[in-house]
């Protein structure tokens, strides 16, 4: 799995179809300070692997060139 950050820090998984949004997952609003919601979805990343697989089969993608991708990991 490809882990993006775009948007102001809405959290991503890249597909073959685009960005699927997962920030709710990491369970971080993508407006919380600081911006550790990459890090925390990292952390958590082996118990949430099952949630994250359904989301890329379940979820729509938004076209890669519709999205504005930002540092992953700002700190």
């Known amino acids: 799995m490809k882990l993006v950050t775009f948007n102001k820090e809405h ?3 890249v ?3 685009g960005v699927v949004d997962v920030t709710d997952l990491a369970g971080l609003d993508a407006n ?3 911006p550790v919601g990459m890090v925390r979805l990292i952390a958590d ?3 949430l692997q099952p949630q994250l697989a359904d989301a890329v089969a379940s979820r ?3 076209p ?3 999205v ?3 540092a ?3 700190w």
């Open 11 to 13: 959290l991503g998984i």
């Open 64 to 66: 890669l060139d519709s």
């Open 72 to 74: 992953p990991v700002r």
């Open 60 to 62: 729509e993608a938004r």
């Open 45 to 47: 990343f082996e118990a």
């Open 15 to 17: 597909t073959d179809a």
């Open 68 to 70: 504005r991708l930002e």
């Open 32 to 34: 919380f300070w600081p």
